[in-house]
Nanobody, 118 residues
């Protein structure tokens, strides 16, 4: 069955960097798109980035130029490299599997928290 587990969240200072990971099982990364979502209190859920089955990527304007999504197919892992972090990036970060980046999320991981604070 399709399963996703995030890791790597934590506390980082403004302007710092953090890399979080999404380990997947039950499918291969060339068969599903993987998206990174974030959810902050009193804010709408936001898709920050997505990598398609063919490797194409999409980014939200709020993170473009600062975040980079990538994948390691042999390791069944998707990464989100976050640079120049801002307090507004504080949220729980979730990875989700889709057939396509424009489609519905079919499976979700439990999330990993990211806090940007001095």
């Amino acid at each position: 069955q399709v399963q996703l587990v995030e890791s790597g969240g934590g506390l980082v200072r403004p302007g710092g960097s953090l890399r979080i990971s999404c380990a997947v099982s039950g499918f291969t990364l060339d068969a599903y798109a993987i998206a990174w979502f974030r959810q902050a209190p009193r804010k709408d859920r936001e898709q920050t980035s997505c990598i398609s089955p063919n490797g194409g990527t999409d980014y939200a304007d709020s993170v473009k130029g600062r975040f980079t999504i990538s994948r390691d197919i042999p390791k069944n892992t998707v990464y989100l490299q976050m640079n120049s972090l801002k307090p507004e990036d504080t949220a729980d970060y979730y990875c989700a599997a889709k057939r396509y980046c424009s489609g519905w999320a079919e499976s979700w991981g439990p999330g990993t928290p990211v806090t940007v604070s001095s």
